[in-house]
């Protein structure tokens, strides 16, 4: 049995871009029956599915496929009616394939039990499933291929290549390679010929264009044209080396009198005609008459180039992305020594090495970032599954799937989108006879957008439900405990629709399995905080409720300003920094026990850094001069008194030690250039403490 355990992160990864593409076209297919297009689109896919798990020795993998594969080929042939139970159980289908592949995954191996899905596609399939089908794309043979292809056209750039390599002494050669009929992973074989063909040479062309071909995106075979120093029957070995390919010819180029040729024999192919512009992705055959002999000039010469690309581990980037955190300490480092010494050779050195940084940083930054179709081409399948099991009619609108987003910000953030969208189908859009009873339309729409603004991503999940009672919301508070009557009656509206974040408050009538134990936004809004971002909610009742996650597009490098307090210094992220202002102390007003101060006629509350990091501060009591950093929390403005601006600078942050952990009012620390230890201020759990309330 041959071993196939070197190829199984690539069938991993792509089984998982197939269930994808199941997954999603099923769901158009259900509200469309009469697509056939998308229909063939699930076929294929669940028939490339089942050949590379058979080639994988994936039997459980393979006889469930196969057996859903001959449930869609009766649907698609109009012998078996679409209705939402066979859509039910094809949907179950693909939930077992995925499980069974990320157990593999996981563990090389599956215990999952296909038995009772094989019992009941059997029953839909019935008579039908037993009658032997037809391949849908059968392959042609060696010779039919040979057949085809006896003239293949190139781009006059690839021809002056292949001059250049061989005037140089190098062999060049035209491969037409044919694929078995057997032959279930056509990508992987003929990604394996590529490789062992690029480490002996140089592919010069190919149709279908490379890329094409490692994606397996062909029907019969393809054809190269290969430059190398090995011989004819070296190159011929290198092709026979690779299971379930065949090589139907290897043709010689020559040039000779300023002509590129293949010297034509009965098994050989004619001279190489009619130069084509580009180097299209598929190459139709194209027949020359007989007569036609002309052969094509050189007029220039260019160097073989090839576009490569490698698949690289999120650990990596991380590690890239830490070493270019210590790069900005060193690169503050040498601009402080610079500045210090007045070097000015050193300073110019410095300017150097912090924009080559910058770049490093950009690019490394530019390949982290994801875009937020990785996480959103989950949802409609679960709002589907959802509004069936809840009686509803929902249309779930999703916009802005290309914004980008870091992978570490993107891969927290699944959670709390899933316990959103999971509200707004459970509280949010009622039932259609109650949406009928209101004047609504029976159908509910739950949206999910996501927008770019400067440098954070907002993401939205609106509903035109509902929406959210203040007074249930204060009523549910105290029922459990959360608040006195007292505290909720001081809360205006919107404080009270907050309340939603409170650990353990829910106003759902009945517990189900959706929601109605507490959990879910308090979770959703401590993982924001995290990320270092902000949550809004606004709703009305009988029009619908929206929540908006800001979020910053990266959490590795981003810029802070550098504030001092009595002989220490900290640091605030920028994102979180509205403006700054001068303050003196004829400037502070107390009202209530609260500083307050006025900005452009609204009240502005104000809070001594100093009394919330517990920290003394002689300075601030004997200079009348000060400055006030007003930052803002989801609605909640508040100016941060400190002595002192430093400035703006580029920080890397590191996590806090477990003890330090759970320390209100800081996020982490960061290192200078001098290396000195900064904290980093978290504003989130600052103005959530009890000295801001």
């Not at 390679?177 to 990508?187: F, G, H, L, P």
């Not at 075979?221 to 011989?231: C, L, T």
């Not at 900064?678 to 989130?684: A, C, G």
């Amino acid at each position: 049995m041959t071993d196939t355990s070197e190829y199984k992160d690539m069938f991993i990864e792509e089984s998982r871009e197939h269930l994808k593409t199941l997954n999603q076209s099923l769901l158009d297919f259900e509200k469309n029956p009469k697509d056939k297009d998308t229909m063939n689109k699930i076929f294929r896919a669940a028939h490339t599915i089942k050949g590379m798990s058979a080639t994988m020795n994936y039997d459980k993998i393979q006889k469930l496929s196969h057996k859903t594969e001959d449930t869609l080929d009766l649907i698609r042939n109009n012998k078996l009616e679409v209705d939402s139970k066979v859509i039910d159980l094809i949907f179950k289908c693909f939930d077992g394939i995925e499980t069974m592949i990320e157990d593999i995954a996981a563990n090389d191996m599956t215990e999952y039990d296909i038995v009772g899905l094989i019992e009941e596609l059997e029953k839909h399939i019935g008579a039908g499933g037993k009658e032997k089908k037809q391949d849908s794309s059968p392959l042609p043979t060696a010779n039919t291929l040979t057949t085809q292809s006896t003239t293949i056209a190139v781009d006059d750039q690839t021809k002056q290549n292949i001059i250049q390599e061989i005037t140089r002494g190098r062999s060049a050669y035209k491969l037409t390679i044919a694929v078995d009929k057997t032959c279930i992973m056509k990508s992987i074989r003929s990604f394996l010929l590529l490789k062992k063909l690029g480490d002996s040479g140089t592919i010069a062309y190919s149709v279908p264009a490379k890329q094409s071909i490692e994606n397996g995106e062909f029907e019969t075979g393809f054809e190269i044209y290969y430059i190398s120093d090995q011989n004819q029957n070296a190159v011929e070995k290198i092709v026979r080396s690779v299971s379930e390919l065949s090589v139907t010819l290897v043709s010689p180029i020559v040039y000779e009198n300023d002509v590129l040729h293949i010297p034509t024999t009965e098994h050989q192919e004619k001279p190489i005609e009619k130069p084509l512009q580009t180097q299209p992705e598929t190459t139709k055959t194209t027949e020359q008459p007989t007569q036609d002999k002309k052969t094509v000039q050189v007029k220039q010469k260019t160097v073989v180039s090839e576009v490569q690309s490698i698949r690289l581990g999120m650990d990596q980037l991380d590690l890239f992305m830490n070493l270019i955190g210590e790069l900005v300490i060193s690169k503050g480092r040498l601009s402080q020594i610079a500045l210090e010494h007045k070097l000015d050779d050193l300073s110019e050195a410095a300017n150097t090495v912090d924009r080559l940084t910058t770049e490093l940083q950009e690019k490394i930054m530019k390949i982290r970032m994801i875009p937020m179709q990785h996480i959103f081409d989950r949802f409609p399948r679960m709002v589907r599954d959802l509004a069936k099991s809840n009686n509803k009619k929902i249309n779930l609108v999703i916009e802005g799937e290309g914004i980008e987003l870091d992978r570490t910000i993107l891969d927290e953030i699944g959670d709390p989108l899933v316990h959103l969208l999971r509200n707004s189908v459970d509280h949010g859009v009622e039932t259609p006879e109650n949406r009928r009873a209101k004047g609504k339309p029976e159908e509910g729409t739950v949206q999910l957008i996501a927008e770019r603004t400067r440098n954070h991503v907002v993401i939205t999940v609106r509903d035109d439900g509902k929406g959210i009672d203040p007074k249930a919301m204060r009523t549910a508070a105290v029922k459990k405990g959360l608040q006195t009557q007292e505290e909720v009656d001081r809360l205006d509206d919107k404080e009270a629709i907050n309340l939603l974040f409170l650990p353990g408050l829910s106003t759902a009538e009945k517990v189900t399995s959706v929601s109605g134990r507490g959990v879910g936004m308090d979770v959703v809004k401590s993982t924001i905080d995290k990320l270092n971002g902000s949550i809004d909610i606004t709703s009305e009742i009988d029009k619908g409720s929206t929540i908006s996650l800001r979020l910053p597009l990266t959490m590795a490098i981003f810029k802070a300003l550098f504030v001092g307090i009595s002989d220490e210094t900290y640091a605030i992220p920028i994102s979180n920094v509205l403006e700054t202002i001068n303050l003196t102390k004829n400037d502070i007003k107390t009202v209530h026990g609260q500083q307050t101060t006025v900005l452009r006629n609204d009240v502005l509350s104000l809070v001594s850094l100093s009394d919330v990091l517990s920290c003394t501060n002689e300075k601030q009591t004997q200079n009348s001069a000060m400055y006030a950093v007003i930052v803002q929390k989801e609605d909640q403005k508040i100016g941060l008194i400190v002595d002192k601006l430093i400035g703006e600078q580029e920080i890397t942050i590191k996590n806090l030690g477990a003890s330090l952990k759970k320390t209100k009012g800081v996020s982490g620390v960061t290192i200078t250039g001098d290396g000195r230890v900064i904290l980093v201020i978290d504003i989130n759990t600052l103005v959530q403490s009890e000295k801001l309330k």
